[in-house]
């Protein structure tokens, strides 16, 4: 009886849902005529890396490969970055680290938050821990971080040794209360998303990846990756919804999900809610120097992504190729309606070691 009760409330779920999304991407701009005139250029740009593998604090805490996803926030004129860094082998060997500007271009590291368990294998589920969302939980009284955790894979069962299996979204708290908590310590509290019986066929074997909650009125929103290894499939996006930060969190049904904002590849969206309405979304794409963006008015509905070039040919110092320029870390709104974008990029050095250095620049709608 139980299970015709929970049929019913799925495809319930689903239907209400589906009349909740009518015209997701193709009539967005229809609906949102302001927004659709809108296009974000490159107005200012950095000399170089504002972060490299030169630093101090690299240097210091031996970080021999740079840096990749994260969240950067800024609270009363002061920018606070949590970004993952690859100490060791790129996208293998990983710690979470808070780091702190006043300027976003002048950066001081301050601590390590999580560390990864060494000894990567497919029986440590935290081979490697991604810091993906920073949000204050106004029911806490606390900051929150979102992080994925992952296995390796199995090659005894068929897995690729090498990928990332079996992601699990945790999320920590801060030890010390209020907004000034930002630097931690952080606590872990419970894992948000997982694989389990509600997993839908497009999140693949990698999933959950990334997780980056947002707010829309009394509602919390997120996005989450997948990644079908085996046969290999697209990066696509999904979103998940909770009436608290803390959770449960529970995936939108299939029909909203894979959320189509890009053919092919979306990674790490980053939300801002813009000050005069609608919500903007910055993400790891495709391109040469360039990340992508999608606007919403509702956070469900988003449009279909444009991509935008972050750094000039004059000043062009991160390599070329599609998964080069990596991700942007935020997309800040200033007072005087700029975005500064704190982004990592790959460089390559004369010996052909790769560093992922941090970025920034500076957008506007043109």
């Known amino acids: 009886m139980n299970k015709i009760k929970n049929a019913f409330q799925k495809i319930y779920l689903a239907s209400l849902?589906?009349?909740?999304?009518?015209?997701?991407?193709?009539?967005?701009?229809?609906?949102n005529a302001s927004l659709n005139t809108k296009k974000l250029i490159l107005v200012d740009e950095h000399d170089g890396p504002v972060i490299d593998n030169t630093h101090m604090n690299v240097i210091s805490t031996n970080n021999q490969s740079g840096f990749e996803t994260g969240q950067v926030v800024k609270i009363d004129g002061v920018y606070h970055m949590f970004v993952n860094e690859m100490f060791y082998r790129p996208h293998r060997d990983l710690r979470i680290a808070y780091w702190s500007s006043n300027d976003a271009i002048n950066w001081k590291r301050h601590a390590t938050i999580v560390n990864s368990i060494p000894g990567r294998s497919p029986s440590n589920p935290k081979s490697e821990v991604w810091v993906t969302g920073v949000e204050f939980n106004n029911d806490e009284n606390a900051w929150n971080i979102f992080y994925v955790a992952y296995r390796a894979g199995d090659k005894d069962k068929g897995e690729i040794e090498k990928s990332d299996y079996q992601g699990?979204?945790?999320r920590a708290k801060s030890v010390f209360k209020g907004v000034n908590g930002i630097a931690g310590p952080y606590a872990d509290m419970n894992i948000v998303l997982q694989p389990d019986a509600d997993s839908q066929p497009w999140e693949g074997q990698q999933a959950v990846a990334t997780f980056n909650p947002y707010r829309v009125g009394d509602k919390w929103y997120a996005f989450y990756d997948g990644h079908n290894y085996i046969p290999k499939g697209p990066w696509p996006v999904g979103l998940a919804t909770a009436s608290k930060l803390s959770g449960p969190w529970k995936r939108m049904p299939e029909g909203i999900n894979p959320?189509?904002?890009a053919e092919e590849f979306i990674e790490n969206p980053q939300v801002t809610e813009l000050k005069n309405g609608g919500l903007l979304a910055v993400f790891?794409?495709?391109?040469?120097?360039?990340?992508?963006?999608?606007i919403s008015n509702d956070g469900y509905n988003w449009s279909k992504e444009a991509r935008v070039k972050i750094q000039s040919n004059s000043n062009k110092w991160g390599d070329d190729g599609d998964h080069a320029m990596r991700t942007p870390l935020c997309a800040i709104e200033e007072d005087d309606g700029s975005f500064t974008i704190i982004y990592t990029s790959k460089i390559t050095d004369a010996n052909q070691k790769p560093f992922y250095a941090i970025g920034k620049c500076t957008l506007k709608w043109e």
Request: avoid cysteine; charged fraction near 15%; aromatic fraction near 18%.
């Open 17 to 31: 849902f589906a009349l909740i999304s009518v015209g997701t991407s193709e009539n967005f701009y229809a609906q």
């Open 168 to 170: 699990r979204v945790w």
């Open 259 to 261: 959320v189509p904002i």
């Open 284 to 294: 790891d794409s495709f391109g040469d120097q360039e990340i992508a963006y999608s």
